[in-house]
């Protein structure tokens, strides 16, 4: 956590823009710390499959099940959560005490909302993206440790990054949990072109 934090720091010392590639979920919590330090209020945008608001699993603090909720320890966190399906009992109680800073748009619902629906639950102030590549439906996405069907597609996404550019600061992002499966080159390109993508989006001048 204090590398990353420390690598980031450096990289916005040179005004350049954060895009961090990982393994699992829980680098978020050290790659958010320089925003936290940055902005009055930072709002994180998360696709995923799993809400993430656990207090730690299996004895670990900082486990990625417990990623956002280790953001949302700093007060002046937001968090905005699309194409969740997979929540645990456990995670019920701390979403309902904090509704005012949490907005999961559970991908059962995804017909019903729309992009710009989204983009104005972010608002327009600065955002940090982290996206969960099991946050796509896992008929797009095999190679990640936990796939799960429902989800979302490419278009799905495209929309809402496009949506969040045009209103809102995106100021970094993370792109975790590809775990490469020999042969499956389809998952790897889909998340290159995806860090392609979330680059452009952030870095266009609309």
Known sequence: METLEEYVNETLAQKKFPLILGGEHSLTAGSIRPFISAFDEITILQFDAHADLRNGYDGEHFSHAAAMRRCLDHDNVRLVSVGIRNISAEEIPFLEENKERIDIFWAKDKARHSPQEIAKAVGNGPVYITFDLDGFDSSLMQATGTPEPGGLFWHDVMEILEAVSKQS????????????????????FLAAKLAYKILSYSLLEI
């Open 169 to 188: 600061n995106i100021v970094g992002a993370d792109i975790v949990e590809l775990a490469p499966r020999e042969g499956l080159h389809a998952c790897d």
